[in-house]
């Protein structure tokens, strides 16, 4: 702030500079940040062994699990990798300068992944994303602006060499029935394909929602089902919301029927609560009871949902059914709300995405892109 003085104005700092300090997640001793804001910095004299600067394991173990289950995951891995790169080459990661990340970009672009393919643009974006992270929370800053424009040249070059990013379709709705038939409704494995397939549509959910859910989280109500979401990409507080799932039009694609007839098949094998989804052996016993390969409940993965919906995809003969997988169900649900005429602001709110997300407005964009055709009634 500036306090006007008969000499002139006084320039008082806004912040004070935050003194050197460990680094939350590694607990190495990062150096101060650069001075910000009005003034010189207001120095810390406090010594290196003093107690405000001891982080304990167990504080640093909680800020490292504030990030999303997901994505703690793979910026751990990405942070491994740069850190084990600049170590290679003798670089420092933390602070790391502007021409440390744009030549990380750099090797990146050129270094073939486990597949032996080039890694995606949004592979790129993710590792960069980790590392100015990191350096937020370090209370530093990263000048990634050579580095995106590196970035930049990356993707007009895979762009020009015909490379897509790469999406699973989504399943809209005439794809969901056909995959409905294609599963066997007098079947314990058919009865739970059936509560995933459609769940996944109507909550828009994404995998590791529909891998979360117990048996506890759905409640039946006089106009349908109540869903909770515990916590989700969205909910980083994990404060969870409700989820409402009204009865639909035909009984085989109705959430509500669906996922009562898997709750009953459930209750029949003495089963009320734990896992929604969960394990059916290769001889059609639920895992966890009596005579079932294996002794522990086994829930379903988020990657054994994609393995269910693609599975099921490829016994309907769906086209490209090899690139389905359990996101085709959030996308199909809310590519199918988007044509129905559902505002974006119910398509972001029941399927947990921020109204201004990129991704929502792109399944909107599918939907209009026939609808409002310019092309459409000119004659031809």
Not at 209 to 233: C, N, Q, Y
Not at 320 to 347: D, M, Q, Y
Request: a positive charge; proline letters at 8%.
């Amino acid at each position: 702030m500036i306090t006007p003085t008969c000499g002139g104005p006084v320039l008082i700092p806004l912040t004070p500079e935050p003194a050197p300090g460990p680094d939350l997640l590694t607990g190495s001793v990062l150096p101060a940040r650069p001075s910000g804001g009005y003034g010189p910095p207001v120095p810390d004299e406090r010594p290196e062994g003093d107690a405000d600067r001891a982080l304990s394991a167990a504080a640093r173990a909680r800020v490292a699990d504030g990030f999303a289950t997901t994505t703690g995951r793979a910026y751990a891995r990405d942070w491994s990798a740069f850190t084990t790169w600049c170590a290679t080459h003798g670089r420092t990661p933390l602070p790391a300068t502007a021409e440390t990340l744009a030549e990380y970009v750099t090797h990146l672009a050129a270094t073939p992944t486990r597949t032996g393919r080039l890694p995606a643009p949004s592979t790129v974006e993710r590792a960069l994303a980790c590392i100015q992270s990191r350096h937020k929370l370090a209370g530093t800053t990263a000048d990634a602006r050579p580095a995106r424009l590196a970035l930049r040249a990356y993707r007009r070059q895979q762009a020009d060499a015909g490379k897509r990013a790469r999406k699973a379709p989504p399943a809209e709705l005439d794809a969901l029935r056909r995959m409905l038939d294609a599963t066997a409704p007098d079947t314990l494995a058919g009865l739970r394909d059936r509560a995933a397939l459609v769940l996944g549509f109507a909550l828009m959910g994404r995998r590791s929602e529909l891998a979360a859910l117990d048996i506890g989280d759905v409640a039946l109500t006089a106009d349908g089902l109540e869903v909770f979401i515990g916590r989700s990409k969205t909910d980083q507080d994990a404060l969870g919301e409700t989820v409402p799932l009204p009865y639909g039009s035909h009984s085989e694609t109705c959430p509500v029927r669906v996922v009562q007839a898997w709750i009953a098949a459930l209750a029949e094998y003495g089963v009320t609560s734990g896992p929604l989804l969960r394990g059916v052996d290769r001889h059609g016993r639920l895992t966890g009871t009596t005579g079932a390969a294996g002794k522990a409940v086994t829930r379903m993965s988020g990657h054994g949902l994609n393995l269910l919906v693609r599975r099921a995809a490829v016994r309907a003969g769906l086209p490209n059914a090899e690139t389905f997988s359990a996101h085709s169900l959030r996308a199909g649900g809310a590519t199918a709300a988007a044509k129905a005429g559902a505002p974006v602001s119910a398509i972001a709110r029941h399927g947990r995405w921020s109204e201004k997300s990129p991704v929502v407005h792109g399944y909107i964009r599918t939907a209009d892109k026939w609808r409002d055709n310019p092309m459409r009634g000119v004659g031809l």
